[in-house]
């Protein structure tokens, strides 16, 4: 094993893209069952609620993962303001992912609402009855899903920059270890690709 | 090791920006489609709620509809009838099930006089022991001015106060009527409908049908109402003043509980569920599902209803929402109304606070 992966993990990649159309999934379905007084309304809502909380055990069990392996290191010549909003913005997002469901099933909990998961499952309160905290968290969800949206739009917007840009090896740390890679295979190799993949020129 | 010339050449940068600015920008406004700032035209509860702000006023802290009310408390004790057809732990035989209940009249404002409207409306929330919950929401009468939330919309519209006379412009309303036959029934009823002097002395609609569901999974269509025991003043009596309606209530529970049957009418094959402004013939079965105790009330400014949102999609497992189009929409703009009056109650910047009130 070298010291220092060009990929994340299998779980990590695999939860990665698993959550990423499951969050993004959320976030449509949130903002479109409010907008609605259709039957969407209802359906979706009894989507919304099982899906956001099977994201909280996920984000919980890719937390660990995250913890335990730490990522392939950024290119070394990317520059210091790209890395910081790099490191800043996927801390953002595993924090969003955790307190999105946790805000969700904590507002029904304070508005006195029995928090259904479908017909008969139901989870316990996970805070008192309050229509001060009730408020407060509703908008809370809002806030925070209009900060989730925007974050996703600008990592997503990053990813394609280092994926058709950069070229750099960044986009293909997060694709399955079988799809060529920029740098092997007479494919021009560029100058920003070399620093990041020249460091792991191991087989996996 | 490292390459001189750059790779990317100027062209393909382009190409490159315009892709991934044109991916970002697709997504953005899918998003803005979706969530209906991009579309405009989508009936959403936020305009529903606004419009029953233009008809009526705002009143921080209250319900945009049904502002005026009482809380009440008590239980349920279930006949063991409806067990049958319905699973829900509400319908054990012998079961009792505590309730919080709101007595109300229609309208935003709540200062309007009790004798404004002939209607008068029954909330309650049954608390299974299981931990499920039933959230009812009904009215005084048998059926619904109207079959849809857009039409629900267009009444509201016709009804705002015309900002020079102050009322409602009789013209709107009779254009409205006349665009919309399906208030035929209801507008017979309100023909000969009078306030009545009592809350307990009415009989309470779901008007919605809804589904209950049976231990093998059968489905049977369903609409109930509540029936009361009392019959005494019925809608003879002309009261003074304009709030006897909780005075009343306090009345009577001094002397005594009040009592409804929960009456459960099930659907034959082809009577319509999803039409509120249709009744189902006389003839279809009634059951008995038990009995509505009602031993207290209380103001609703400090009473256990006042953060409660009867929201009528708020179920057990054993009863479902049909597929009435009015169900989801009041679902939707009742969570608008709640978030709306509790974000008063949490003074939360942009809202009014609610004025200290005794009678709310
Ligand atoms: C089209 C959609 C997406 C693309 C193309 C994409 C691509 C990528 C790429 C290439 C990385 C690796 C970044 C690096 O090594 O520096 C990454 C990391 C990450 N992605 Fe995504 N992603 C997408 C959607 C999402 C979504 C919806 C989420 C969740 C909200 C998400 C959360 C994360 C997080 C937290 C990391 C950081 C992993 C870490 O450093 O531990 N991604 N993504
Ligand atoms: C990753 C997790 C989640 C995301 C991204 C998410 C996103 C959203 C969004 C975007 C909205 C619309 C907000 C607005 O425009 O006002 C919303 C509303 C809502 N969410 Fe979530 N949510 C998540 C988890 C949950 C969970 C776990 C629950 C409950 C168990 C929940 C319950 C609700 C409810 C009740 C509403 C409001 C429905 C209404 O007012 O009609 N959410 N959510």
Known sequence: MNATPDRFTLAARTLHWLMAVMIVAMLFIGVGMVATVSARHEWLLAIHKPLGIAILLLAVIRLA????HPPPPLPADLPALQKLAALASHWLLYFLMLAMPLIGWAMLSAGGYPVMLGDSLRLPP???????????LRHLHTA???LLFLTFLAHMGAALYHGLIRRDGVFASMLPAASPRVDGDGEEVDADNAGRLSAAPQDD | MHDPTPPNTPPRRIGAWSLIIGIVVIV?????????????????PKKLVNQLQHDAGTFAGYRRNHAKGVCVVGHFDSSGQAQTYSVAQVFAPGQRTPVVGRFAIPSGNPYAPDSSVPIRSMALRFALANGQQWRTGMNSMPVFPVATPQAFYAQLQAKQPDPVTGKPDPAKIAAFFAAHPETAAFRAWAKTARPSASFATESYWSLNAFVFVDAAGRRQPVRWRMVPEASDAGVARTPGGADYLAADLTERLARGPQRWQLQVTLANPGDPTNDATKTWPDDRRTIDAGTLVLERSAPQASGPCRDINYDPLVLPAG??????????????????SYLRRTSEE?????TTAPKPETSR
């Open chain 2, 28 to 44: 953005a406004i899918a998003f803005g489609y979706v969530g209906g700032w991009l579309a405009p035209h989508r009936l959403t």
């Open chain 1, 144 to 146: 925070f899903a209009m």
């Open chain 1, 65 to 68: 993962v995250r913890l335990r």
């Open chain 2, 346 to 350: 949490a003074h939360l910047p942009g």
């Open chain 2, 319 to 336: 009863i479902e929402a049909s597929d009435d189009p009015l169900l989801p929409a009041r679902s939707a703009a009742y969570a608008d």
């Open chain 1, 126 to 136: 996970i805070f008192p009855t309050s229509p001060v905290a009730f408020a407060v």
